[in-house]
T-cell receptor, first 112, second 109 residues
Framework: NAGVMQNPRHLVRRRGQEARLRCSPMKGHSHVYWYRQLPEEGLKFMVYLQKENIIDESGMPKERFSAEFPKEGPSILRIQQVVRGDSAAYFC??????????FGSGTRLTVV | GQQLNQSPQSMFIQEGEDVSMNCTSSSIFNTWLWYKQEPGEGPVLLIALYKAGELTSNGRLTAQFGITRKDSFLNISASIPSDVGIYFCAGQWDEKLTFGTGTRLTIIP
């Protein structure tokens, strides 16, 4: 019973490039959440998705960031034209309907 | 975005000592959660609290959901080396978690 799978674990991008982060939820989980963690800080909510629907994106920056959770395949967090301030750990979590989260191991994005 | 006030920021203790940390918020939550995070990994759930006043234990860990629904504490008894890590509280309202700033626990040999 695999947990929440995130890939890649580490991602290095040059300023201006695009970053794509993938998250495969646990089997049977239809809710996916993305959080961002800056060094020495707690996680901050970005977006909550169900299959083919964005439910709450109140934590997403207005520009350059987007997320999707298609009917088939993993959830994708996409960051266009990355800047140094986007360097962070991005965590995905999934849950069934009862809201009990399981977090993945994260993707550490470094923008150089 | 809002963050919870978590204290202390860091603790240096000897093996066998008890540990206590707490979280306060200006907002109420309907669930309080305590997580542990180790380097390079995601947070792992330790204890979940669902009712104001609830006191819950998980082995050497004990946590309480404050009566006002705006605070929670976590105690670890008889610490051992594998307790090292960063502990986060999180308040949940609907689907969203709001995390505390973390308590870094170091055990002095």
């Amino acid at each position: 019973n695999a947990g929440v799978m995130q890939n890649p674990r580490h991602l290095v991008r040059r300023r201006g490039q695009e970053a794509r982060l993938r998250c495969s939820p646990m089997k049977g989980h239809s809710h996916v959440y993305w959080y961002r963690q800056l060094p020495e800080e707690g996680l901050k909510f970005m977006v909550y998705l169900q299959k083919e629907n964005i439910i709450d994106e109140s934590g997403m920056p207005k520009e350059r960031f987007s997320a999707e959770f298609p009917k088939e395949g993993p959830s994708i967090l996409r960051i266009q034209q990355v800047v140094r301030g986007d360097s962070a750990a991005y965590f995905c979590a999934s849950s069934p309907r009862d809201r009990s989260y399981t977090f993945g191991s994260g993707t550490r994005l470094t923008v150089v | 975005g809002q963050q919870l006030n978590q204290s202390p920021q860091s603790m240096f203790i000897q093996e066998g000592e008890d540990v206590s940390m707490n979280c306060t918020s200006s907002s109420i939550f309907n669930t309080w959660l305590w997580y542990k995070q180790e380097p390079g990994e995601g947070p792992v759930l330790l204890i979940a609290l669902y009712k104001a006043g609830e006191l819950t234990s998980n082995g050497r860990l004990t946590a309480q959901f404050g009566i006002t629904r705006k605070d929670s504490f976590l105690n670890i008894s008889a610490s051992i080396p594998s307790d090292v890590g960063i502990y986060f509280c999180a308040g949940q309202w609907d689907e969203k978690l709001t995390f505390g700033t973390g308590t870094r626990l170091t055990i002095i040999p």
